[in-house]
């Protein structure tokens, strides 16, 4: 069942903007619901941080998160994110899935 993760977190200059992210990665996630190859895309916020907003995911190789990159929309919505960004996203963890539960 091996599989390919990623966990990164995005940090926002304001709350508000934090807000404004969260939404934007949520319209990624729909976006990127029917790429080849994504099991999960999941949107979270930081309970003890305001300002941070994590993106779980699960793709079926590397190759199908980069070709995720392609979808029509998804390079808008990042051009959308950039400017509600402190700085450059952190380099999220990648994962290497090797099973568990999953609905």
Same mark, same amino acid.
């Given at each position: 069942? /091996?599989?390919?993760?990623?966990?990164?977190? =995005?940090?926002?200059?304001? @709350? *508000?903007? @934090?807000?404004?992210?969260?939404?934007?990665? =949520? &319209? /990624?996630? $729909?976006?990127?619901?029917?790429?080849?190859?994504?099991?999960?895309y999941?949107?979270?916020?930081? @309970?003890? +941080?305001? !300002?941070?907003?994590?993106?779980? &995911?699960?793709?079926?190789?590397? /190759? +199908?998160? *980069?070709?995720? !990159?392609?979808?029509?929309?998804?390079? $808008?919505?990042?051009?959308? @994110?950039?400017? !509600? =960004? /402190?700085?450059?996203? *952190?380099?999220?963890? $990648?994962l *290497?899935?090797?099973?568990?539960?999953?609905?």
């Open positions: 069942m /091996a599989k390919y993760g990623l966990h990164g977190k =995005l940090t926002a200059t304001s @709350a *508000e903007g @934090a807000d404004q992210l969260a939404n934007i990665l =949520l &319209e /990624a996630s $729909e976006l990127v619901s029917t790429a080849k190859g994504c099991q999960l999941i949107v979270s916020r930081d @309970a003890t +941080d305001s !300002l941070s907003v994590w993106v779980t &995911e699960i793709w079926d190789t590397a /190759a +199908d998160h *980069e070709a995720s !990159l392609t979808v029509p929309g998804v390079r $808008e919505l990042i051009s959308q @994110a950039i400017p !509600l =960004l /402190a700085g450059r996203p *952190e380099r999220g963890q $990648e *290497e899935i090797l099973g568990g539960f999953q609905k």
